[in-house]
């Protein structure tokens, strides 16, 4: 039961690419190109709407060999087998990880009627069917929730804002910090807007306080018995959110075998759903699920996740490369990498194997990165000039939401001149003539050396069609997937968090302390001396 147990360095393909990537790295892509004209089509997958370059990799077809005889020696088939049936594979808290349920085709009885639920409550607030407490339309809406319960609503509202179709506003309230719940206040009046508490596990102390604080706003205007028409909840504890004064009807269900990360496509999606309409949401989830069936069905040759995957531990743990960076050019996808953060980094920031000891080789990546073209003014610096080697995901669409074509032709030409740039680099010839060109003289000061360029640095390119529910939902699950695929060879649990656990238990046993008069006994004195300089008058 659960997944199998294999500690991937010990695996004949390992050990393989071990000795492979040393000879390996003294090798130049471009030269790959010139001497294999096929390189580009020979690694790259065309599949819908997606077109995924891989070729500026430093892989060759040895490489790729060894990498899914790797995926095949950690079973990788039988992982994505157990995955979409149901087994409890998350098994330190013994559960099933089934967000693909969430999206698929016959859906559970459960899950069916939790959508039915959630696209009349969506269209009854849309068309103003659903009023507030003074008759009022609700114009506002208030998703409180953090981690995965706030991020995946927050970045897909962000990036389908094209696709909004009425005028509601979503305000997002995630942090315990006093300062975004006051501005959120400003911007809001009780009677017209509809407050929704996500919280898979009703316990999260910034919800609940949050929750807290936009209910002694409400009741400060009208009374309890109006808290129904505008406060909804989210989660899998009914029970919880009941005491908070939440009405029965007013709760969508969750379940324990979505994790928070990966709930996107549940009832958390609720905000997005009132933003884009339920059949937008359809097709958000049909992209999900279009992407669930290539992963389950596809060739690990043909396989965009598993690739993608394959070429992450490839440059993790043989490159020793710490972190990967995500560069969207689309500015509606400019919180795509704060998502992946928690999606990656929570699901593979562990430490210790399947087999419950501690592991002896690098696991999850440092996920960073921002939009282009911003972020060519940036950090890009440091990806062309800097001493460490980041992998790069180009994302970007072939057809914008606009009608200036120009400019997206502009944007366009940056994201392919980026991965070409890393790609060729800048030779020193190139360099000294180029210079020679503008000052002629390249020997009075070495400018070439600072101008020189190594390329040879790795980016990966998805150019997509366009930016619709659908390819943001495939485009989601691939990641997702992607991740999966990473933990199963790490030989990891990439569906827990308890890294997360310590510091809430620390922060509220602080939190008990500020009201007394702590020791230097009770804490190192480090935190002591901060919790007295706090204290101090
Ligand atoms: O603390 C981390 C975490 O458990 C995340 O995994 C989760 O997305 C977030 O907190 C919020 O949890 P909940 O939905 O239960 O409030």
């Known amino acids: 039961m659960g997944l199998a147990t294999i500690n991937p360095t010990k695996t ?187 919280s898979k596990s009703f316990r999260t102390v910034e919800t609940m306080s949050n929750a807290k604080i936009l209910q002694d706003w409400f009741l400060k205007a009208t009374s309890k018995e109006n808290l129904k028409k505008h406060f909804v909840a989210v989660t899998s504890n009914s029970v919880a959110a009941q005491q908070m004064g939440i009405s029965y009807e007013n709760i969508l269900p969750m379940w324990d075998w979505v994790g928070g990360r990966f709930s996107i496509w549940s009832t958390v999606g609720l905000s997005l759903c009132l933003y884009i309409g339920f059949s937008n949401f359809n097709k958000f989830l049909e992209g999900a699920r279009q992407m669930d069936e290539h992963f389950e069905s596809t060739t690990f040759k043909e396989n965009i996740p598993v690739i993608l995957a394959l070429l992450s531990v490839w440059y993790n743990n043989f490159f020793r490369c710490e972190s990967q960076a995500i560069l969207p050019y689309s500015h509606y996808l400019s919180l795509l990498v704060p998502y992946l953060q928690q999606a990656v980094m929570e699901s593979n920031g562990k430490s210790t194997s399947r087999a419950g000891v501690p592991i002896p080789y690098q696991t999850g990546s440092i996920i960073w990165g921002a939009t282009g073209t911003n972020a060519q003014h940036a950090f890009f610096q440091l990806l062309h000039q800097g001493t460490k080697l980041v992998p790069c995901d180009f994302i970007g669409f072939k057809k914008p939401l606009h009608n200036n074509t120009k400019s997206h032709d502009l944007l366009m030409a940056n994201f392919m001149a980026q991965t070409e740039a890393l790609l060729k680099g800048k030779t020193k010839a190139q360099v000294q003539q180029e210079v020679k060109d503008q000052s002629g003289d390249c020997q009075a000061f070495p400018l070439w050396a600072f101008k020189e360029f190594r390329g040879n640095k790795p980016s990966t390119t998805l150019l997509i069609d366009q930016l619709t529910p659908k390819t943001l939902g495939s485009l989601i699950a691939l990641y997702e997937h992607k991740i999966f695929v990473e933990g199963l060879i790490w030989n990891i649990f990439s569906f827990d968090q308890w890294g997360v656990e310590y510091g809430k238990q620390l922060a509220a046993t602080l939190f008990s302390r500020f009201a007394q008069n702590p020791t230097p006994e009770d804490m190192d004195g480090s935190t002591f001396n901060l919790v007295r300089h706090y204290k101090e008058e």
């Open 12 to 198: 004949s393909a390992w050990k393989k690419l071990e000795k492979h990537v040393d000879s390996l790295k003294n090798q130049e892509m471009k030269t790959w190109f010139s001497q294999h004209p096929n390189r580009a089509k020979q690694f790259s997958i065309q599949w819908k709407e997606f077109y995924v370059d891989y070729s500026k990799n430093r892989l060759t077809e040895e490489t790729l060999k060894l990498l899914l005889q790797l995926a095949r020696e950690v079973k990788l088939e039988e992982a994505i087998h157990k995955l979409f049936s149901g087994e409890a594979i998350n098994q330190t808290e013994n559960r099933a990880v089934l967000h693909t349920a969430l999206r698929k085709k016959n859906k559970p009885e459960e899950v069916q009627q939790a959508l039915s639920k959630m696209e009349k409550l969506s269209s009854d607030i849309r068309t103003g069917e659903w009023r507030g407490f003074s008759g009022k339309k609700i114009t506002d809406i208030v998703n409180i929730g953090i981690g995965g319960s706030d991020l995946g609503p927050r970045m897909t509202v962000e990036a389908l804002q094209h696709y909004h179709d009425n005028t509601l506003k979503i305000h997002f309230l995630s942090n315990v910090d006093g300062d975004q719940s006051a501005e959120i206040l400003k911007k809001i009046i009780p009677e017209t807007t509809l407050v929704i508490v996500v």
